[in-house]
Each structure stands twice: as structure tokens, then as C-alpha cells.
């Protein structure tokens, strides 16, 4: 009770404070009429007051809406594509732990298919374009030419022949997100170190061999922070050259597999600790698996030689391209038709699905083994190579990963199978960019997506 009193007492107070205020403020406003504005009243006081903090508050929305504004600029779809050579949509049985945490917080698909041939270059330019080998022209990784019988020995050595990249028509995502305003850099990816249509990414990092995983995700990092890009390709090519020279489930092998891990884990640590998780997409993927090899089968010996062809493409792998000779074609065709576990196809006669017959670059005759087979072709020395890839892309031991974690996708989702050039429809979808004509398709892959 006693609080109540006192309530009301100290209501009664201020209803006469007010009233007293309200009579002061009265009078004093008739007195400042009558004697001139001399002094200030009351209730312009208060008005002047309203009005400050009115406009202060203006100034604080129109702050708030510029800074939002500004954090919408800084909040553009951001993308950086790591791309891990040679790691099998399997990840040949080895525990990796980043990459599962990838696919809990975001999806993966079963498989990955490569475009054929499932080598280097030409499926790591058919996810940066969209197009299949025969429509971006990389047909090999090596970089030849039938005309005048070159060719280069070395996948290093076709990373700087531009016009081997630079086709009509043919834009990988880092010139084409460029045009459409976005900042774009290349650490190693194929492709990244030419000229496409007199344009280069922003930024690039040639190809080294010695490079780490970790070692390119601080310089991406730093690019994503420093320089503000808002596209970045990561290549790293050490497991590849590992299960080259030691094999499948090799130790050497599967500890690069866990080194890859350790720096993808790196990466999203660093991520996180810049706040950049929830901006930046993160797409892991390779560009093919790899395959131990059972047999190699010298070309030449066989029934044809070397002055039956205008251009042979020296290899040791599942494939190689032919020129024979003209008044020699059916001889050579029929000949090589008879070894075992191979395929030879004249160029009319390449099976549709492999999307390899429509570029004047393949010459007219392809020869392709079975699984675990290889070819010699022309080369003297006895390989070393344990293992490889480049055979008929619907083997599963040839299809590659995709997982993918940030904004744009979906958490804990599991797509089907679907080919690597649906990547860059997908990529263009989540930057808002137009997609340059491509052979790709979103029907699968957008199931991934948020929105
Ligand atoms: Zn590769």
C-alpha cells in the first residue's frame, strides 16, 4: 500500500510540474511575441530539438541504407573452383575429411563424367567454357599440329600456346565473367596464362610444379581479401604426377590424396577466419580418375610402320590420333582393327557420344584402348608410368568429383551423376552472368542450388 501512496504522490507531482511547465512555456511564448523573439520559447526549443534528432535520424537511415548498400556490393556472388588433377569420384577409398565436410554442409553428385578424352587439359577447359573437346578445340593435351608434323612432348608445355586455347567462339568463364564486370584470377588452371580474345583474367599464377595445395590457397585467399576478385581457379597438379609414377592405392599416392585434404581444410579454415564462409562458393572438383595400366601395346611392329602415316601424335596412353596416308588408309585401318583390346575408329566413325569428330584439328583416324591398355606410339624409352587416364569417359574409373559448399547450394544434398560441362551453365547461373553458347545443361545441376 505504502508504495502505492507514494505513487500517486509522485504522480501528482510531475501532472503539476507539467502543468507548471506548460503554463511557463505559455507564458513565456506571449511575452517573446510581445518583446520580439528575444528569447528563445519553450516550445521552439523542443521544436528545434524534434528537428535535430528528426534530421539526425535521416542521417542515420540514409548511413544505414549506404552501408547496406555497400555490404550488398561486397555480398556479390563470390566463386572460387579448386580443381584437384586426377581425384577419382571415389577418392580411391581415402578417409578426406575437409571434403566430406564440404558435401555435409553443402552437395556433391555421385560422379563427375569427364568429356572424352579424359585427359588434363581438354576436361579442365570443358569446365571453364561449357564445350565439349571437339568445340573448344583443346582435343589433347598435347598441342600438335598434322600440317607440319610438331607437336609438343609435355602438358607444360601446351599451358602457354595461346592459340591452342583461343578458338572462335570459345571463352572460359574468367574472360567472359570479366566482361560482365567481375574480377577474375587463374593460379595454374590451363588456360589461365594466354591471351583469349586479347583478354587475360585479372590475375594469374603460372603453372608451377612444385606448388602446394596450401601454397595456392594463400595466394586465392589474398586475391578474394586484398584484391576484392570475385572469380578464383585453383589448380594443383601433385596428385596426378604421384599416381602417374606410383599408382593407384599406392601409399605415396593415397598420402597426397590426405595432403590435397589438408588443404582444402586450410582453405575453409581461412575462409572462416575472414568471415568470407558465408560469401564465398566453394566448388572442389577434377578433371578425371585414374586407372592402373595392365598392358602396353606398341603401335609401330605390328603390321604398320612409320612411313605409313602423314602425322602420328607420339604418345604412352589410351589413345592417339592418326593421319595415314592416303593410298595406305584401309591397310593401316584394317591392320590395326586387329589388336586386341583396342578400338580404331576412322573420324566419320567416332561414336557420337563422345563428342570428338566435329574439329578439324583431330586427324582422320582415332585409336583407343580398353581399360588398363596403352599405346606406344613412337617412343623409345621404357615408361615408368604406373598408371593414367584418358580412356573412354563412361568408365567409371575415368569420372572425377564435384562437391560444393556456400551460399548458393543446398545443405546435405546428393545429385546424380551428370558431365562436367554442366559446371559452367552452373557457375554462370550463380554469378548472374550470361552464359556464352555452350553444351551444357542446368537440368540436373540446378537441383543444387537454393534458388
Ligand atoms: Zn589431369
New binding site residues.
Given amino acids: 500500500m505504502a508504495n502505492s501512496v507514494n505513487y500517486h504522490v509522485l504522480e501528482s507531482e510531475m501532472d503539476s510540474m507539467l502543468h507548471d511547465t506548460d503554463d511557463a512555456t505559455l507564458k513565456e511564448e506571449t511575452h517573446s511575441h510581445s518583446i520580439g523573439m528575444r528569447k528563445t520559447p519553450m516550445k521552439s526549443i523542443i521544436i528545434m530539438v524534434l528537428s535535430i534528432v528528426l534530421v539526425l535520424l535521416i542521417l542515420v537511415v540514409i548511413g544505414v541504407l549506404s552501408v547496406t548498400y555497400l555490404n550488398c556490393q561486397d555480398e556479390k556472388p563470390k566463386i572460387i573452383v579448386v580443381l584437384v ?2 581425384l577419382r569420384w571415389d577418392l580411391y577409398n581415402v578417409s578426406m575429411s575437409a571434403l566430406k565436410s564440404v558435401a555435409e554442409n553443402g552437395v556433391r553428385a555421385e560422379s563427375m563424367v569427364p568429356t572424352f578424352p579424359s ?2 587439359s581438354p ?1 579442365m577447359y570443358s569446365i571453364a567454357t561449357g564445350l565439349f573437346s571437339e568445340s573448344h578445340g583443346v582435343v589433347h593435351n598435347l598441342v600438335f599440329d598434322v600440317e607440319n608434323k610438331t607437336q609438343s612432348h609435355s602438358f607444360e608445355e601446351g599451358l602457354t600456346v595461346d592459340y591452342w586455347w583461343d578458338q572462335p567462339g570459345v571463352e572460359p568463364l574468367w574472360i567472359t565473367a570479366r566482361r560482365a564486370g567481375f574480377k577474375t584470377g587463374t593460379i595454374m588452371y590451363p588456360g589461365g596464362s594466354v591471351s583469349i580474345k586479347e583478354m587475360r583474367p585479372n590475375k594469374n599464377v603460372f603453372y608451377s610444379f612444385n606448388a602446394t595445395m596450401k601454397d595456392g590457397v594463400d595466394i586465392a585467399i589474398e586475391w578474394l581479401i586484398d584484391d576484392d576478385l570475385d572469380l578464383v581457379f585453383l589448380y594443383n597438379t601433385s596428385l ?1 604426377d604421384t599416381l602417374h609414377q606410383y599408382g593407384v592405392n599406392s601409399p605415396q599416392a593415397d598420402a597426397v590424396v590426405k595432403e590435397m585434404d589438408d588443404g582444402l581444410g586450410y582453405l575453409l579454415q581461412k575462409l572462416e577466419n575472414h568471415t568470407l564462409a558465408n560469401s564465398v562458393n566453394v566448388i572442389v572438383v577434377s ?2 580418375g585414374h586407372h592402373n595400366i595392365t598392358e602396353v601395346v606398341p603401335l609401330f611392329g605390328r603390321g604398320v610402320n612409320r612411313d605409313d602415316f602423314e602425322f602420328y601424335l607420339e604418345v604412352y596412353g589410351p589413345m592417339t590420333l592418326l593421319q595415314p596416308k592416303e593410298e595406305k588408309m584401309d591397310d593401316v585401318y584394317e591392320t590395326l582393327k586387329k589388336i586386341e583390346h583396342f578400338h580404331v575408329y576412322k573420324k566419320e566413325e567416332i561414336p557420337k557420344d563422345l563428342h570428338y569428330r566435329n574439329n578439324e584439328r583431330i586427324p582422320s583416324m582415332l585409336i583407343l584402348g580398353d581399360l588398363g591398355t596403352v599405346l606406344n606410339v613412337g617412343l623409345n624409352s621404357s615408361s615408368t608410368v604406373r598408371s593414367t ?1 584418358g580412356w573412354n569417359s563412361s568408365y567409371m574409373e575415368m569420372h572425377s568429383v564435384f562437391y560444393a559448399q556456400g551460399p548458393a547450394f543446398k545443405e546435405g544434398f546428393m545429385s546424380k551423376s551428370f558431365t562436367n560441362v554442366d559446371v559452367y551453365p552452373l557457375m554462370c547461373k550463380i554469378l548472374g552472368v550470361t552464359p556464352r553458347p555452350n553444351n551444357g545443361t542446368l537440368d540436373i545441376v540446378q537441383n543444387m542450388l537454393t534458388t
Wanted: net charge negative.
Fill in positions: 588433377d586426377g585427359l588434363s576436361n596426378d578433371d578425371h587416364h
